[in-house]
């Protein structure tokens, strides 16, 4: 069964940084489009950054500048390093992992991790 386990997330004080990592088993890694997403109370789930198998990233306009999403392929593990954190960003974090193929489409998930940006 495929696992993606989050973690890194916790309560920081806006300004701050943390390094969220994402390990993957059970899954060729290096050929799946990572993302990070989130949820904040009330409100959808967004995409907050991605990285194609060919180290392609993404990010939503909100995070720009701020937010760094990587992989590393030997680890199975991909990470999103966060940094000048603010009360917004405050949510819910999950890992996904994306593989389209004409034969279907292969889509899996972290069970989230919490990051709190408050004084």
């Known amino acids: 069964q495929v696992q993606l386990v989050e973690s890194g997330g916790g309560l920081v004080q806006p300004g701050g940084s943390l390094r969220l990592s994402c390990a993957a088993s059970r899954i060729i890694f290096s050929i799946y489009r990572m993302g990070w997403y989130r949820q904040a109370p009330g409100k959808q789930r967004e995409l907050v950054a991605s990285?194609?198998?060919?180290?392609?990233?993404n990010y939503a306009d909100s995070v720009k500048g701020r937010f760094a999403i990587s992989r590393d392929n030997a680890k199975n593990t991909a990470y999103l390093q966060m940094n000048s954190l603010k009360r917004e960003d405050t949510a819910v974090y999950y890992c996904n992992a994306l593989n389209m193929v004409p034969t279907g489409r292969y889509d899996y998930w972290g069970q989230g991790t919490q990051v709190t940006v408050s004084s």
């Open positions: 990285i194609t198998s060919g180290g392609t990233t």
